[in-house]
DNA sequence: TTCCTTACTGACTCCCGAGTCAGCCTAACA
DNA sequence: TGTTAGGCTGACTCGGGAGTCAGTAAGGAA
């Protein structure tokens, strides 16, 4: 496993890294937990990122990128608007792959470190601003209303923000069905059609 | 400073530890950090809570004790309904005391920290009991209406905690204005009530 | 075939921070 | 005015984890 090149190599250690940070948690994670976890050195994890730092931050930034890319994907979809809504919806819930476990976390870090602040500033801006524009176009199209997409957007995503919070750091707070309900509520009170419709 | 009785001793350490985390973040918080803002010794810190652990758990139940009496004395003062909707929104959006920063670092702990969970879950289940005890007075004495009081309360603190971390984390993203803006406008669906009557 | 570059490693160093311990100081009681 | 208990400290230990470095291997260019 000699000589590969630097960004197949790069690319495989941020994966790496975002699983560790998903499972062990950022204050628990040691470069030599990345490594190990790669099958490389330690140092090799710090020939590839120089510090500790900037490995963490570029592993959340591949992280982003990877969620951005879903997003994107939705909205550039073909589809009605209030299908992308659903879509979008679904996407941003919490699944099996600690995403939300790892978002956590890079929030509490965000506060602190200017350089993270940036990436889960763009991944969040930007989830708020595709619902945004899909709502927008639902509006174009007539296919339901809404007087203040923007709005309408952040009300949505901050309200799935914190029931998805409590259901992932207290377990059993709420159970999923309670958690898609609530929020397909608020959405189709927000866009004056039926929580059945978003289903 | 000699000699204090140690309940005193022990409520100043809290008091200071919880300063110095809301301060600094959880991660970087030392013992050695919270002995020198409290003007004591290293060594004192350990003597009255063994490990660090325990200190920071400890001082996260302080935090929420504190939290909580302000919350029951609201609930629990004579006053309209409507009136204790609008004061327990105050007290729960963000402040000067930097207890956001703190509970946001609480809740990442917590997904790996029994002890935590168990202290930032009372907590959060306090507060959306609190307002949905509340909002069934004010359905009972016939001030608003509201069909589910309970899913009510869980979606309008649950909206307010998503939009106070977005606050919170990325500086200057949504105006203190809009976000308790946003937070009344969702309340006064729920209540069907005008905002304004919230203001 | 030699030389250079680049990916990579083992075996370090070094510091920071949690936790310990022997003993000091003082208030209170006998 | 001893004695003691409990609050308190300085000066440690010790382990863990970030970061370093000398050197190896391999592939390409000349």
Known sequence: MTGRTADVRLDALLSTACEVIARRGLANTRTADVAAAAGVSQALVFYHFET??????????????????????????????????????????????????????????SIRVPELEKVSRR????????????????????DFRCADPHGAAWRITALADGLTVQATV?????????????????????????????V
């Open 123 to 142: 991944l969040d801006v930007r989830w708020k601003e595709a619902l945004a524009e899909v709502i927008r176009a639902g509006v174009a199209a007539g």
């Open 52 to 109: 500790k730092d900037n490995l963490l931050v570029r592993a959340f930034a591949y992280a982003a990128d990877q969620e951005l890319a879903r997003v994107e994907t939705v909205v550039r979809s073909p589809g009605a608007p209030l299908d992308k809504v659903r879509r979008i919806l679904k996407l941003y819930g919490p699944n099996t792959t600690k995403a939300w476990e790892m978002w956590i976390d890079g929030w509490a870090e």
């Open 170 to 198: 207290h377990d059993r707070i709420i159970s999923r069905r309670q958690l898609a309900e609530w929020i397909r509520l608020a959405t189709a009170r927000e866009l004056a059609v039926r929580p059945e419709q978003l």
